[in-house]
């Protein structure tokens, strides 16, 4: 099979589904309206609010994961574009949120030494204690270098 009748196989399974669900006539009369949903753009760029909005946490949580959830939307408060865009990345695969607002990451505390992310279900784990804020800082900023623009890291 060659290189480019794979992902056609694969588009024209979803062009199908599309179909079924009357989708793709619709996405052909108002491409406007879908192409968020479906295309990357960079018309915006990305804001520390609108990440901190998309972090979904546990909905009870104790102290000690309070603080390190405290200490990772002060950490993306402070960060810079890139740095927030490589969070991004990290977290889930991707370049981009989807501007519709859907996916939330899911953040996860356990009383692990490490941070993980897992790409496929949107969640990233965090340890449930550091010693300061700072630890954390450098803790993050490790795992989001150390992935540079690759998934499945640990650190």
Do not use: W
Request: net charge negative.
């Amino acid at each position: 099979m060659n290189v480019i009748s794979r992902p056609k196989i694969v588009l024209d399974q979803l062009g199908e589904g599309l179909a079924v669900l009357g989708f793709r006539a619709k996405m052909r009369e108002y491409p406007e309206m879908f192409e968020e949903l479906f295309v990357p753009s960079n018309k915006s760029r990305l804001t520390s609010t609108q990440l901190v909005d998309m972090l979904e946490f546990p909905a009870e949580i104790c102290e000690n994961d309070r603080i390190v959830a405290n200490y990772l939307k002060q950490f993306l408060h402070n960060a810079e574009v890139e740095m927030m865009e490589n969070f991004v990345f990290f977290a889930t695969g991707s370049t981009s949120l989807p501007t519709f607002g859907l996916a939330k990451i899911k953040i996860k505390f356990d009383n692990t030494p490490s941070i993980f992310a897992s790409t496929c279900l949107l969640s990233l784990t965090l340890p449930n204690h550091f010693e300061s804020e700072e630890a954390f800082s450098s803790s993050l900023k490790a795992v989001i270098a150390s992935s540079a623009r690759k998934s499945f890291n640990c650190v």
